[in-house]
């Protein structure tokens, strides 16, 4: 509470400085919105960055308390208001928000780069660095991703979400040109604003001739036609290549075709292309079904090398250590895949605690055996 009320005030004092040393005045003069719009835009985006989200209301606040001073000390001395400073709170908060934006963006953006510095990391599978507790608690990943239709709700979530933002300040950019454009006359700023719309119009229709097809065909993937959904994402990446969810769901065709190595090849071709279009969360579902595809192709150690990758973001998923415990035994590491099948069934996972029973039992029937080697009579 200290510490949001000391950044409060510095805004207002600092903003009243600005406003000051800018010439400011109870005369009439240039509107305050003029003089200080972008000394209040930067105020704000700083304090948006260093007080986190607080800073949309610190800034706005800040700003707004000086100019209802403002205001109030116009009317009381008989002159006109200016009721430009009613606008300036309405910066502080847009531009406050930018700078909490910008600072989350920088943070995700580090932790992303340290993970995709773990998956591609040439160490062996059982010497790669662990990754930081603080990096997992920035990532925020959903542990739907690691099932396949919240792989595919993740992927078309996230691209759902960048075209939204995308939209949002290209319209933004608009009305600004266009208010710009009002306030002062200037035509090329309504001229700007225009190519801006005609350019989001072009681009919304490219989208919309290179992306018909997947939606349809993870429609086809998810009702189970396999087959059906191979060939219209095979028909999507022969029309745009570059399209990484094409290529994880012909991915996800093949390998539930049992076509493993097909598989393979698209999943390690959308694995480089996913780390520059998606999120973490989309690259550790492509991950798991990576080393579930080379498990299934008899490539073990590749496939624990995965599977561990996907354990660095969720140490405790059940199904996972399961799986690489599966691994291990398929590369004759016993002790191994008995040690994580034993923490799979400590976290609930009925196959793993079904297979430890079966070991034991038969590790008593030997032990009886090895008693009375001639049997009974």
Request: net charge positive; glycine share 10%.
């Amino acid at each position: 509470m200290n510490r949001d009320l000391a950044i409060g005030t510095g805004a207002l004092l600092l903003f009243a400085g600005i406003d000051y040393l800018s010439g400011s005045g109870l005369g009439p003069g240039e509107p305050a919105l003029f003089r200080l719009a972008l000394p209040c835009a930067v105020l704000a985006v700083f304090v948006g960055a260093l007080a986190a989200w607080r800073g949309w209301l610190l800034a706005a606040g800040g700003v707004g308390v000086y100019g209802l001073l403002q205001i109030l000390s116009s009317a009381s001395h008989s002159l006109a208001p200016d009721w430009s400073y009613g606008a300036l709170p309405v910066v502080a908060g847009l531009m406050a928000g930018l700078g909490t934006s910008l600072r989350r963006a920088y943070a995700e953006r580090i932790a992303a780069r340290l993970c995709r510095e773990h998956f591609l990391s040439t160490e062996p599978a059982d010497r790669a660095p662990e990754l930081p507790r603080e990096v997992l608690r920035l990532l925020h990943v959903d542990r739907s991703v690691l099932t396949i239709p919240g792989l595919v709700s993740a992927m078309l979530r996230e691209e759902a979400e960048a075209r939204q933002r995308g939209r949002f300040f290209a319209y933004g950019m608009v009305l600004c040109l266009i208010a710009l454009y009002y306030v002062t006359g200037w035509l090329w700023a309504l001229w700007v604003g225009l190519g801006v719309l005609l350019a989001m119009a072009l681009g919304a229709a490219q989208r919309f001739v290179l992306s018909a097809r997947p939606p349809l065909a993870f429609d086809s993937l998810l009702a189970g036609y396999y087959e059906l959904a191979a060939l219209e994402f095979a028909e999507a990446l022969r029309i745009n290549e570059r399209d990484t969810k094409a290529r994880i769901g012909l991915a996800i065709a093949h390998f539930h075709l049992k076509a493993y190595d097909k598989a393979i090849a698209q999943l390690e071709a959308a694995r480089q292309m996913a780390f520059e279009r998606f999120t973490v969360g989309v690259w550790v579902g492509v991950e798991k079904l990576l080393g579930l595809a080379l498990r299934e192709a008899n490539k073990p150690s590749l496939a624990a090398r995965a599977l561990r990758n996907v354990l660095a973001i969720f140490p405790d998923d059940a199904q996972t250590l399961y799986d690489l415990a599966l691994c291990y035994r398929k590369s004759g590491l016993e002790r191994r895949a008995r040690e994580l099948f034993e923490r799979a069934a400590r976290l609930g996972h009925r196959e793993a605690a079904s297979l430890l029973h079966e070991g034991r039992t038969m590790a008593v029937a030997a032990d009886k055996g090895s008693d009375n080697p001639g049997g009974s009579l």
